[in-house]
């Protein structure tokens, strides 16, 4: 299984970016799919996340101007992000939590990051 994720760049503050991120494998379930971010010098953070029902949780700092969402036929999971700051500059990841084909339990993955820089 491959988490793949795409989208990041150059953004002025202000601005807007989607990022997307797609599962590929031998799949049979995916649960909870989410972005985290990491700053230079910070922790890795849990920005956004939701799950197959498409209940959905956002970080206070991202309220109100990230959307997430998800396609579950498609195993796809995206980030939607206006109202960009210079504070949400860093690499965001995706990850997802899923069932392999072949059984067993549920097991944690993460995509392999793409930077978002917001600045003028």
């Known amino acids: 299984v491959q988490l793949q994720a795409s989208g990041g760049g150059l953004v002025q503050p202000g601005g807007s970016q989607r990022l997307s991120c797609v599962a590929s494998?031998?799949?049979?379930?995916?649960?909870?799919m989410g972005w985290y971010r990491q700053s230079p010098g910070k922790q890795r953070e849990l920005v956004a996340s939701i799950t197959s029902g498409g209940t959905e949780y956002y970080a206070d700092t991202v309220k109100g101007r990230f959307t997430i969402s998800r396609d579950n036929a498609k195993n796809t999971v995206a980030l939607q992000m206006n109202s960009l700051k210079p504070e949400d500059t860093a690499v965001y990841y995706c990850?997802?939590?899923?069932?392999?084909?072949?059984?067993?339990?549920?097991?944690?993955?993460w995509g392999q990051g793409t930077l978002v820089t917001v600045s003028s």
């Open positions: 494998g031998s799949i049979a379930r995916i649960d909870a």
């Open positions: 990850d997802a939590f899923i069932m392999l084909a072949t059984g067993g339990r549920v097991q944690h993955y």
